[in-house]
């Protein structure tokens, strides 16, 4: 069926490194895409997003990744804090209301 | 803190039992979500209101489920006769309208049905 999944379930990098999470999506029809962080007992918090007709969208340290030809979604964090210590997830808008979620990689920052 | 409210932060309860949760989206926020996140996976989508209107429920909402959005501000979402496999984290967002589609959420009601 058609979802949104990740290539790695945990990743670990040294502070300072640049961290790239990749996430791919089967549905051609999606034109919107979105990451979250979420840390232990709270709930997702947006990141950054980015609409079909880009390939690619910076925020603060971090850029998102669009290649529409492969289906692929990457986030990469530049200067990776121990704050950035968090699961990430991508998700899509397949349908106009909702989002639909990945499951998820866990981002371990070590010093 | 405008962010989405949601109470209780946990709940513990016997199987057979009825809960209820209730969130509290931003303010002028017309969208409102339910999602269910179990241990290593993402938010899966649940239900979603427009204004006081739910419009969408997904397949996992059994019969023993039920969301209200009675005025349009707050939502309830009850869980009756609950089985240990509702056990999960309930999540609830908003957004303000269809224009935006970055959803806001809230902390979660942890659910641990015994």
């Known amino acids: 069926g058609e979802s949104v999944g990740l290539h790695l379930p945990t990743l670990s990098v040294q502070e300072g490194d640049n961290s790239i999470i990749n996430c791919a999506y089967s549905?051609?029809?999606?034109?919107?895409f979105i990451w979250y962080k979420q840390e232990s007992g709270k709930g997702p918090q947006f990141i950054i997003d980015?609409?079909?007709?880009?390939d690619k969208r910076q925020g603060q340290r971090v850029t998102v990744l669009l290649n529409k030809t492969v289906k692929h979604l990457s986030l990469q964090i530049a200067a990776t804090q121990p704050g950035d210590s968090a699961v990430y997830f991508c998700?899509?808008?397949?349908?106009?209301?909702?989002?639909?979620f990945g499951k998820g990689t866990s981002l371990l920052v070590t010093p | 803190d405008t962010g989405v409210s949601q109470n209780p932060r946990h709940k513990i309860t016997k199987r057979g039992q009825n809960v209820t949760f209730r969130c509290d989206p931003i303010?002028?926020?017309?969208?409102l979500y339910w999602y269910r996140q179990t241990l290593g996976q993402g938010p899966e989508f649940l239900t979603y209101?427009?204004?006081?209107?739910?419009?969408?429920k997904s397949r996992l909402l059994s019969d023993r489920f039920s969301a209200e959005r009675p005025k349009g501000s707050f939502s309830t979402l009850e869980i009756q006769r609950t089985e240990q496999g509702d056990s999960a984290m309930y999540l609830c967002?908003?957004?303000?309208?269809?224009?935006?589609?970055?959803?806001?959420f809230g902390s979660g009601t942890q659910l641990s049905v015994l």
């Open positions: 967002a908003s957004s303000p309208d269809r224009g935006e589609e970055k959803l806001f």
């Open positions: 303010s002028e926020h017309n969208r």
């Open positions: 980015i609409r079909s007709n880009m």
């Open positions: 998700a899509e808008n397949i349908n106009g209301y909702a989002l639909n």
């Open positions: 209101f427009q204004n006081e209107a739910q419009l969408e």
């Open positions: 549905n051609s029809a999606s034109d919107y």
